[in-house]
């Protein structure tokens, strides 16, 4: 059983690009979310994607998107980068987008913005 | 909104000590209750959860009650190891807009000492 996978696990982006971030989900898992972590911070939830559909979104504007595809991995699109926008993105995985369901975390990407 | 607050770390004790890392969150609706582990170089893994007032969570010797009266959801840990050196966030999970959106706490950094 693989777990989650995150790709690249380090970039270097000038302000104003655009980013694509990717994640591969745990086998058997169907949804998959996005964090923020900025240093010394917790994740910040970005958005959720459950069976290709967004469901359910933090408090990020719209240059932040996402897509889930048919094999439940997900990307993480990044438009207009900003210089706050550096930081760890995790990725996770879980069965399910219940109460109590268990995340299961990739060890993320880091985005340095310069 | 929600919200979860963790004490200010880092928590910095002897091997074999009693451990507490106090959790208080505020929140909307009912959530459930996580507590999640971050070891060096790796990604974020459930450690324990509670979906209800009074139900406690339990792993590798860490506890936690979910205290409703008092908002809480403290750790705790009888007897630390070397190993138990991590970085731990306390996290809820509540509805919100029809899906189910978590929101972690800073995190909490533990060294133990031998």
């Known amino acids: 059983e693989t777990g989650v996978t995150q790709s690249p696990t380090h970039l270097i982006k000038t302000r104003g690009q655009q980013v694509t971030l990717r994640c591969s989900s745990q086998s058997g898992h169907n949804t998959v979310s996005w964090y923020q972590q900025a240093l010394g911070q917790g994740p910040q939830f970005i958005f959720q994607?459950?069976?290709?559909?967004e469901n359910g979104r933090g408090n990020f504007p719209p240059r932040f998107s996402g897509l889930q595809f048919p094999n439940y991995s997900s990307e993480l699109n990044v438009n207009a980068l900003e210089l706050d926008d550096s930081a760890l993105y995790l990725c996770a995985s879980s069965w399910g987008t219940g109460r109590a369901t268990e995340a299961f975390f990739g060890q993320g990407t880091r985005l340095t913005v310069v | 909104g929600n919200s979860v607050t963790q004490m200010e770390g880092p928590v910095t004790l002897s091997e074999e000590a009693f451990l507490t890392i106090n959790c208080t969150y505020t929140?909307?609706?009912?959530?459930?209750l996580f507590w999640y582990v971050q070891y060096p170089g790796e990604g974020l893994q459930l450690l324990l959860k509670?979906?209800?007032?009074?139900d406690k969570g339990s792993n590798k010797g860490f506890e936690a009650t979910y205290r409703k009266e008092t908002t809480s959801f403290h750790l705790e840990k009888g007897s630390v190891q070397v190993s138990d050196s991590a970085v731990y966030f306390c996290?809820?999970?509540?509805?919100?807009?029809?899906?189910?959106?978590?929101?972690f706490g800073r995190g909490t950094s533990l060294i133990v000492h031998p």
């Open positions: 996290a809820l999970s509540d509805l919100t807009g029809g899906s189910y959106i978590p929101t």
């Open positions: 994607y459950y069976r290709e559909e």
């Open positions: 929140a909307t609706g009912y959530p459930s």
């Open positions: 509670a979906t209800k007032a009074d």
